[in-house]
């Protein structure tokens, strides 16, 4: 029996178990099981050595920081990130993992869209600031809107970028004013977030003129962003299949497991349907 599990507090509203589930399902492995635990901050060092008898966990808020100190190494995604949302267990060493940059990065790549050229990112805060490394490690012209008092947010960013070299092309503006074109829009930010499904990060003008839409919200399914988008017939990928495509890459370093993108579609899909009927 291989035990697993999902680290976080609160855990109320968590899609790990049935993601994982169906992935486990996907690939043939029956005699597992994959349970939450939700830990508040004050208790996670008492939980360590239980959690450390499963054979892979993931992490979420707010332990993604906390649990470093008790891992035996890191991963480069986690170093670069000092953020840990997946430990996997190899040759009886706990080392952690930031899969949820994979996720970005395979979310756009499963749908053939590319991260370099202009983009624009709407927001820089946790996940943000990840997506945004992503997009100057791949060469991308980076323009970052961000509101009035929020512009040290990005500087984490310049910072990755100067310490690795990278002659990386950033631009921090508000959102009044953002223009021009763009080849990726990227909503990182919680605007149009349910209940508030009515707002957008930025103008119907400024959709128009972006050649493909990625929004981090996954309730609801299809953001006020994305249906703006759908409407001038650009594509769009929601927060749905980051979610899933970074657990994918927790059960790549949990056992090896492999998966086909139409499996992962599907799942996507189930998964919003999944959601649609616990609201």
């Known amino acids: 029996m291989k035990h697993y599990a999902i680290l976080g507090y609160p855990l109320k509203h968590t899609m790990s178990p049935p993601i994982h589930k169906r992935l486990f399902e996907l690939s043939g492995v029956?005699?597992?099981d994959y349970t939450i635990r939700e830990i508040p901050p004050e208790a996670l060092e008492e939980n360590i050595p239980s959690l450390f008898e499963t054979d892979g966990f993931n992490i979420t808020i707010p332990h993604k920081i906390s649990i470093i100190k008790y891992l035996d190494s890191l991963d480069a995604s986690a170093?670069?990130?000092d953020s840990v949302n997946c430990v996997a267990v190899h040759d009886g060493?706990?080392?952690g993992y930031n899969t949820d940059c994979d996720g970005f990065l395979r979310s756009l790549k499963a749908q053939g869209i590319s991260l370099g050229g202009k983009v624009l990112q709407c927001g820089c805060g946790g996940v943000g600031r990840m997506m945004a490394i992503e997009a100057v490690r791949?060469?991308?012209e980076l323009t970052v809107s961000v509101l009035e008092g929020f512009e040290n947010t990005v500087d984490p960013v310049r910072e990755y970028a100067e310490k690795n070299g990278i002659d990386s092309r950033i631009n921090v503006i508000h959102p009044d004013e953002i223009s021009g074109s763009f080849d990726l829009l990227v909503n990182a930010s919680p605007v149009g977030m349910f209940p508030k499904t009515d707002a957008c990060p930025v103008s119907e003008d400024i959709v128009k003129h972006c050649g493909?839409?990625?929004?981090?919200?996954y309730n609801p399914e299809v953001t006020k962003l994305?249906?703006?988008a759908k409407k001038h017939d650009i594509g769009t990928t929601g927060g749905m299949a980051m979610l899933v495509w970074q657990a994918v890459v927790a059960h790549e370093y949990w056992d090896g497991s492999t998966y086909s993108n139409s499996d992962i579609e599907q799942l996507i899909a189930d998964m919003h349907e999944l959601m649609r009927n616990k609201e």
């Open 212 to 217: 493909y839409v990625f929004d981090v919200i």
């Open 79 to 81: 170093q670069r990130y």
């Open 226 to 228: 994305m249906s703006i």
């Open 30 to 32: 029956e005699d597992y």
């Open 138 to 140: 791949a060469g991308a």
């Open 93 to 95: 060493k706990h080392i």
